[in-house]
């Protein structure tokens, strides 16, 4: 598969940012506030090696473009096939079965 886009969220574990700000604390450096902000700005860092180092994670929860072979018809097939490519989706929110996609919705937005 040549491209893909997809969002999800970048975030730390409550365990392992305990864990990670006990080490921390312990080197004599500041503890982080909060997973939140510590997982947005590990994201920014300027330093690949350093985010890489931290224990964060990621889930996906869309997938916006893809080429190289068909866009899956319904979100939950797009799930399915970010799964099936090995990338973690939201695990609290299966896809629905046989939901289906309201299609005056989609016309009334494509107006």
Known sequence: MPF???RGE???PIKAFAEMNRKREEAGEPAFANPRNAAAGSI?????KLAAGRPLN???WNLTRL???PMPPTHSECLRLLRDLGLA???EH???PRARRSR???RRVAR
């Open 4 to 6: 893909l886009e997809a």
């Open 10 to 12: 970048v975030y730390y």
């Open 44 to 48: 920014r860092l300027l330093d690949p």
């Open 58 to 60: 990621i889930f996906l």
């Open 67 to 69: 080429r190289g072979r």
């Open 89 to 91: 989706r939201e695990p």
């Open 94 to 96: 299966p896809p629905v």
């Open 104 to 106: 005056g919705v989609s």
